[in-house]
C-alpha cells in the first residue's frame, strides 16, 4: 500500500513540472497535480513512520467505513462525469446548421492560443464543407488580451478566406454559460439548429448548456485537445460539469 502512494505521489509531480515547463506557472489547475503529489507522497511518510515506530493508528468502524464510502462515492461520479467527457468526445456533426458557435479561448495579446487556433480550424474545416452555415465567434476580452476573442477569431478566420458576411461577434462572454446565451440572442428564425466548435473534452458541457437554454437541435464539433494537457483538462472539465450542475445551467 505504501508502495503505490509513493508512485502515485511521484507521477502527480512529476506530471505537475511537465505542465509547469510545457505551459508555464500559470497553467490553468496545474495545482492540482503538486497539492495530489504532496498528499500521497505525506500518507506514505506517514506509514513508514507507523511501520518503523510501531505505532497503533486504528479508526473506529464506523469512522473507517464512512471514508471508505465517501472515497469509493467520489470516484464514482469522476468516473460517471469523465464517461459522459469522453463520450462528448466522439460527436460529428455532418450536416447543415443555421449556426456554428465558435468558443473563445486564451488570445496572448491578438494572437489565439493553441487551443484557440485548434477550435478555429475546426470550424474553417466545417465552414468549407457547410458554407451556408453561419459562424458566430462568441468570447469577451480578458487579462492581457488586447482585443476581444471574438475580435482576434474574425481576424483568424477572415484571413483565411471566410467572408465577414458569414461571420458574427460576440464579445461580451466571460464563461460557457454567457457563450452561449449571448450567442443564442444573435441567432434569427424559429428553433435554429446549432452546432457548438470547442476542444474535445469541453463538447459535453457547452453542448448540454446550449440544451437547457433551449437549442434542441444542437450538436458538436470537437477540435483536438493538447496531448500533453489533456489529462489535466479533463480532470479540470469534471469539476466545470459539477459547477454548472449546481448553479443550474446544465
Given at each position: 500500500m505504501g508502495l503505490f502512494f509513493l508512485l502515485s505521489g511521484i507521477v502527480f509531480l512529476l506530471y505537475y513540472i511537465t505542465i509547469i515547463i510545457y505551459a508555464g506557472w500559470r497553467a490553468s489547475f496545474s495545482w492540482l497535480w503538486l497539492a495530489g503529489g504532496i498528499i500521497f507522497i505525506g500518507i506514505y511518510a506517514l506509514l513508514?513512520?507507523?511501520k518503523h515506530h510501531a505505532l497503533s493508528i486504528k479508526l473506529p468502524n464506523w469512522a473507517g467505513i464512512s471514508l471508505i464510502t465517501f472515497i469509493v462515492a467520489i470516484l464514482l461520479i469522476f468516473g460517471i462525469i469523465e464517461g459522459f467527457i469522453i463520450g462528448g468526445m466522439s460527436q460529428e456533426t455532418t450536416e447543415t446548421v443555421d449556426y456554428t458557435v465558435v468558443l473563445g479561448a486564451q488570445v496572448r495579446g491578438s494572437v489565439p492560443s493553441k487551443a484557440l487556433r485548434h477550435r478555429l480550424d475546426a470550424a474553417y474545416a466545417y465552414y468549407q464543407e457547410h458554407p451556408d452555415t453561419i459562424l458566430i465567434l462568441s468570447g469577451g476580452q480578458g487579462t492581457g488580451e488586447n482585443i476581444s476573442e471574438a475580435q482576434a477569431m474574425y481576424d483568424?478566420?477572415?484571413?483565411?478566406?471566410?467572408?465577414a458576411s458569414h461571420m458574427l461577434q460576440e464579445n461580451r462572454s466571460t464563461n460557457t454559460a454567457e457563450n452561449l446565451e449571448f450567442s443564442i440572442a444573435l441567432m434569427q428564425g424559429e428553433n435554429?439548429?446549432?452546432?457548438v466548435v470547442t476542444n474535445n473534452f469541453h463538447i459535453y458541457r457547452a453542448v448540454s448548456i446550449g440544451r437547457k437554454q433551449g437549442l434542441t437541435q444542437i450538436s458538436g464539433i470537437p477540435a483536438p485537445g493538447d496531448p500533453i494537457l489533456q489529462i489535466n483538462?479533463?480532470?479540470?472539465?469534471?469539476?466545470?460539469v459539477i459547477?454548472?450542475?449546481?448553479a443550474g445551467n446544465m
Open positions: 513508514e513512520y507507523k483568424y478566420l477572415y484571413e483565411r478566406g471566410i467572408p435554429p439548429s446549432a452546432t483538462y479533463m480532470v479540470r472539465e469534471c469539476f466545470g459547477k454548472d450542475k449546481l
